[in-house]
């Protein structure tokens, strides 16, 4: 009776601590909240390194790269262009046939003219036969950026000329379902990259209608960013709140258990 009063008491004590987690929980500011399985807005429309308008849905007609930077980003934007460039002569797979990749200027400001300079830069890089037509540099207006950003989970804010981001390419079938992120890891020898393993399986979930989640959901929960440093920092209160979840829990397998013992010894 007494044992089984203690474990209502922590199951009740479980529910608070995890209800006071989750409500103190804010929308990200900054960062990538994955939306598997989510649509982004295909009839959304931009202009492409031509300053043609073009519909996305005229875009995404495969598997498709989706990768949101500003041409003139000072940080990872680049490297993760270059890392794109890279990655479509290391992979097996044909562009045009096998995906497309679509990059979005979060910059309202920046124009076509930009995106076709930074176009040209990056088929410079690519050695094998690679059309044109399947990798496209938009840009466009605050409202049809935002209204992209927030249905592919990708949060950013400008700070003067620049602005605080992260970096990732999102994997979107021609329905324009979320299938993938996949985010690129950084060594100081090769600096940014995605590995052509990752790469192609991404692209052939994404061909399936597969929704595969990835590590960043561990990492956003013990991430936060702090404004003031303007860094990612270790969230302690949800590591701290998550443990003692964890720590309950156990406690109250223990307590169920112990009287099983107690009855088999006797």
Avoid at 16 to 31: C, N, Q, R, T, V
Avoid at 186 to 197: D, I, M, R
Wanted: proline residues 5%; contains cysteine; positive net charge.
């Amino acid at each position: 009776m007494y044992s089984s009063i203690k474990t209502k008491l922590f199951v009740v004590l479980l529910l608070l601590i995890s209800f006071s987690l989750f409500a103190a929980d804010k929308k990200i500011e900054i960062g990538i909240d994955e939306q598997l399985g989510a649509k982004i807005p295909l009839n959304l429309k931009f202009n492409d390194e031509n300053g043609k308008e073009v519909v996305l849905k005229d875009l995404f007609t495969k598997p498709t790269v989706l990768a949101f930077v500003y041409y003139e980003c000072p940080g990872i934007c680049s490297p993760l262009m270059t890392s794109m460039a890279e990655m479509v002569d290391q992979t097996d797979l044909i562009a045009g046939e096998d995906y497309n990749i679509v990059t979005v200027s979060m910059d309202e400001t920046e124009k076509p003219e930009l995106a076709a300079d930074k176009k040209r830069n990056y088929m410079k890089m690519i050695r094998r036969n690679f059309p044109p037509a399947s990798w496209r540099f938009l840009t466009g207006d605050s409202a049809s950026i935002k209204q992209l950003a927030d249905a592919a989970g990708f949060y950013f804010k400008r700070e003067g000329t620049e602005f605080l981001h992260s970096g990732a390419l999102i994997f979107v079938n021609s329905d324009g379902m979320i299938s993938r992120y996949l985010f690129p890891s950084f060594t100081q020898q090769g600096g940014y990259h995605v590995l052509p393993f990752d790469f192609k399986m991404a692209i052939h979930e994404t061909s399936e209608g597969k929704t595969i989640p990835t590590v960043a959901r561990v990492l956003q929960f013990c991430f936060s960013y702090d404004p003031e440093g303007k860094t990612y920092v270790l969230n302690f209160t949800r590591i701290f709140g998550a443990g003692i979840l964890i720590l309950a829990a156990i406690f109250i397998v223990f307590l169920k258990a112990k009287p099983k013992k107690d009855r088999n010894k006797r």
